[in-house]
């Protein structure tokens, strides 16, 4: 089992390549008063690799791109291409107890975006960047908001015992405002300071040597808006997972989720299926 939306190698090798591929079906809120909901179909890729500078302190780097169908007001979809917030980040693990089967580890770290999420005035990448960004529950601002620098301060820790294995992540994404992302001055009002925090519980067991299951909650409250919302949104959102995962061999483990949000804005509104694989080196 590999981790969830801020994974950590959990194994010895010196770098670790994880690729997210989640095809999301989403109608999610959007700030801006004509057209205020970002409705269609987003295939998001983020590649995650880490590299160990030093005896359990990571370096990692996560890119992110989306294509999208996007609907329109007469009911057609156009197709759109975005990439969104490339983020570096820096991670140290600390072993809290260890044993011969069991293991606990606690993993302080924090990321730093790039601001080079995709916008324009006509809007749809930033339309399909919220597509996105709804397909994980709201709990990846950090990479798909544009116009924003992101800092993502985050907490793990993980146990181990035997087949079984549980995660527990909580991350705080603070994004500062830099640019306008093209939202139209009278239709949106950004702000200069948006603040969420994410909370994902994950526990996963071996069936098998090779096959087993992964399940997942994932609660995001947005603290403070990027922008004002142009009609009530619920401040959380919840998210379940089930992922049946598969170890090929010692160094590739090919995870199948099938994730949807509970309440808040999202639910009923919004289903996403895909995969991850992790490749040790």
């Known amino acids: 089992m590999t981790g969830d939306l801020q994974s950590l190698p959990s194994s010895a090798d010196a770098v670790i390549v994880a690729e997210r591929a989640h095809l999301a079906v989403a109608s999610a809120p959007f700030d801006v008063r004509t057209l205020s909901e970002a409705k269609g179909q987003a295939l998001s890729f983020v590649t995650d690799a880490w590299y160990e500078l030093q005896r359990e302190t990571w370096l990692g780097l996560r890119l992110p791109l989306v294509a999208a169908s996007v609907r329109q007001p007469a009911g057609s979809y ?3 291409t975005a990439w969104g917030n490339p983020e570096l980040r820096l991670a140290r693990r600390f072993s809290l107890n260890r044993r011969s089967e069991t293991a606990l580890e606690l993993t302080l770290g924090g990321g730093v975006g790039i601001p080079l999420a995709e916008h324009d005035r006509s809007l749809m990448p930033n339309r399909a ?4 960004n709804a397909g994980e529950g709201f709990a990846e601002p950090e990479l798909f908001t544009p116009g924003a620098l992101p800092l993502t301060p985050f907490v793990r820790l993980d146990y181990t015992s035997r087949g079984f294995r549980a995660l527990t992540l909580l991350k705080l994404p603070a994004l500062f405002r830099v640019s306008d992302a093209d939202l139209p001055a009278i239709q949106s009002e950004p702000h200069a300071f948006a603040l969420s925090s994410v909370l994902a519980l994950e ?3 071996n069936f098998t040597r090779r096959l087993g299951l992964a399940l997942a909650a994932q ?3 947005e603290v403070l808006p990027p922008s004002d ?10 998210m379940l997972r089930g992922s049946p995962y598969f170890e090929l061999g010692e160094r590739i483990t090919v995870l199948i989720d099938v994730q949807a949000p509970v309440g808040g804005a999202l639910g009923g509104t919004t289903f996403a299926v895909g995969s991850r694989a992790a490749l040790q080196f």
């Open 203 to 205: 526990a996963g067991y």
């Open 219 to 221: 609660l995001a409250v």
């Open 129 to 132: 960047l919220a597509i996105a």
């Open 78 to 80: 156009l197709d759109e």
């Open 229 to 238: 919302h142009v009609r009530s949104v619920p401040a959380w959102q919840l």
